[in-house]
């Protein structure tokens, strides 16, 4: 069977697919394997496409969404409640279990927001003092009990890109002439959504599982990375910041790979994402 004809044996289903990131991995898969997605908001586009369905994970439930779309491959990039997301998350394992499909779920590195003094590589006990990061690791926590080779927990520092949240609200920011955050002590790694969305088609085509940590190789300054990006965007002259000290020391909120890499074509650096925005 050719490569292309196995590939279209995937029904994938992406949970929040009107989203930032949803609507990316939608645009990424949709032309090689028969993709589905769900929106919340109602949306008169989204409404005439056949492959979207509305749900709402406050009050709906999933079932139906799945009985018709029979996904093989679920991809989750939902925001929305934390606790209606932690049982529809129970509902999805249970699902994924029983039908041996396999879920991919988009985590955070604030699942280790509580450590300060490392980044944080796949097998490291994570750890957070926020209520998203706890969030986040007790979805982790339930997924992790099926199968390894069942699920992708896909750990994401800040995601930035042209037409990103990140930056739009940089750009509205300085228009306004209101000061931008940015924190000082900061380490972070980053990323963009066409990086993401290429690791994702990448994990689904070799069928690779497990923990993945798909941040930048490079490390940077929160600070030092706003400014970056106030010049790449020729802004620079009209932007205004508000430093925010949470600590004394440096303190890192970084996710960087170890065991389980992605080919060299596959990784990026902090630059890579200033020069797209030169574009
Ligand atoms: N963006 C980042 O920098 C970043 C970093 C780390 C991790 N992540 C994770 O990546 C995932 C996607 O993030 P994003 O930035 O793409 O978010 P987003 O743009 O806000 O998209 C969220 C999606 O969830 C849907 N949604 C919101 N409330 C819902 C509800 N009550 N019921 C059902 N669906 C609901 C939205 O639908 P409507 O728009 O139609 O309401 C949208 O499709 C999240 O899990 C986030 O934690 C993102």
Redesign the pocket.
């Given at each position: 069977m050719s490569k292309k004809a196995n590939d279209r044996k995937h029904n994938i289903l992406i949970?929040?697919?009107?989203?930032?990131?949803?609507?990316a991995i939608y645009k990424e898969l949709c032309a090689y394997f028969k993709t589905f997605g769900?929106?919340?908001?109602s949306?008169t586009v989204l409404e005439k496409n056949h492959h979207f369905f509305q749900?709402?994970?406050?009050e709906?439930d999933i079932y139906e969404i799945l009985d018709i779309t029979k996904p093989t491959i679920i991809i989750?990039?939902?925001?929305?409640?934390f606790s209606?997301q932690v049982l529809l998350h129970q509902h999805l394992a249970e699902y994924v279990f029983s039908n041996k499909i396999k879920l991919l779920f988009?985590?955070?590195?604030?699942v280790f927001d509580a450590y300060s003094k490392y980044p944080s590589y796949e097998d490291d006990k994570t750890y957070s003092n926020s209520i998203?990061g706890h969030f986040?690791i007790k979805i982790e926590n339930m997924l992790m009990r099926l199968p390894k080779r069942q699920i992708a927990i896909l750990?994401?520092?800040?995601?930035?890109g042209a037409h990103?949240?990140?930056i739009t609200e940089i750009i509205e920011q300085i228009k306004s002439k209101d000061p931008i955050e940015v924190f000082p002590n900061l380490i972070i790694n980053v990323t963009t959504d066409s990086k993401v969305t290429q690791q994702i088609h990448y994990i689904i085509n070799r069928k690779k599982s497990g923990i993945f940590h798909l941040g930048s190789t490079d490390l940077v300054h929160h600070d030092d990375f706003i400014k970056e990006i106030t010049e790449s965007l020729h802004l620079e002259q009209q932007a205004i910041y508000k430093r925010v000290y949470t600590t004394n020391d440096d303190r890192y909120l970084a996710v960087l790979p170890k065991f389980n890499k992605l080919p060299k074509h596959l990784q990026l650096n902090s630059q890579d994402i200033l020069s797209e925005l030169k574009i």
């Open positions: 949970l929040g697919a009107s989203g930032f990131l949803g609507s769900t929106y919340n908001r949306n749900f709402n994970l406050e709906d989750s990039a939902l925001r929305g409640d209606k988009l985590s955070s590195a604030n998203y986040k750990r994401l520092p800040m995601v930035f990103s949240p990140r």
